[in-house]
């Protein structure tokens, strides 16, 4: 994810589009995304009160100033930290929440600039705007916090900043948890917390505003609960969301299979399937999905003789067709 100020970066090594000299070096990746036919996107987000983490990379600790962290100055709703393992956090006054609805518009711009076509808004996995959606991390007694209206009163601004300087005719997407996992159970009603009835309201207002696309995900945001990790488990939120806030979804989590995952959409239980480990344990999974589900897509040229079939059929072609050389192209024979 891209943060939109220094201090809403998970990591040191984050990348940011919180200033004008961020647009070139993205623009450059969005150029060569675009070159290769497929659609440059971009996730934007701040990570709350689990920002001054390590890097994947990077054993993952409360990074001090001293290593280039801002463990003394992350923020969130309250001042309670994920876990003893987390900084604890600055609650976030009026005046910056303001100021962070505009970062995150100023950063949409900038992401049009570069060449973006798709933006994300990052609202799940315990970051600051899941943090503010949750009773279990959001305990303001203001406007901002206390009942379902006043939790989503700041991640609706967002969007709606978000949806104004963002491009009426390139697609808005949201990602959000469906629900804190209070238990081990999808459907689990949590309304001190985070559920996916909630979720499902909060849909509803993000589709009011302009998002097209709800990209349902979960957990995240409370330390040391247990998950139903299973093939599919979140499924059933792109389900939900769909049919109850009549808006397009996309499907996570644990979808491996090409066969499995058209299936989910031919059940029309979500618009969209989104790979993430999977794609880092296997980058050719299109390609995968393309010959298990009988279609025909373009391989990357230096992949080409890879594609069994289309390189048998070239060269069967090359055979066939009578081909006349002129004299200066024909190969020469050199005698050692």
Sequence with gaps: MTAVEPQGRISPHDSGLWEDGQIAPLKRVADMIRAQGSVPGLQIAHAGRKASMGSPFDAYRVVPEEEGGWSKDVRGPSEDSFNEGHCRPHALTKEQIQDLVQKFADAAVRADKAGID?????????????????????????????????????????????????????????????????????????????????????????KAVGVDVIDCSSGGNVSGVLYPIAPHYQVPFAEAVRREANIPTGAVGYIT?????????????????????????????????????????KWPNQYERADAERWLSK??????????????????????
Excluded: C
Excluded at 156 to 173: D, G, I, N, Y
Excluded at 315 to 336: F, G, N, T, V, Y
């Design 315 to 336: 060269r069967k072609e090359a055979l066939l067709i009578p081909q006349e050389m002129p004299i200066a192209d024909k190969p020469r024979i050199s005698k050692l």
């Design 257 to 297: 299979d090409p066969v499995e995952a058209e299936q989910i959409l031919q059940e029309g239980k979500a618009d969209y399937i989104l790979l993430a480990r999977e794609l880092l344990r296997n980058s050719g999974w299109p390609l995968r999905a393309a010959k298990e589900l009988g279609l025909i897509v």
């Design 118 to 206: 798709v933006i994300e808004i990052h609202s799940a996995h315990g970051y600051l705007l899941h943090n503010f959606l949750s009773g279990a991390s959001n305990k303001r007694t203001d406007e901002y916090g206390g009942s379902l209206e006043n939790r989503m009163r700041f991640p609706l601004e967002v969007a709606k900043a978000v949806r104004t300087a963002w491009p009426k005719h390139k697609p808005l997407w949201l990602r959000f948890s469906a629900t804190d996992f209070k238990e081990p159970n999808q459907m689990v009603h949590d309304p001190e917390g985070w559920d996916v009835y909630q979720a499902i309201e909060y849909a509803k207002k993000l």
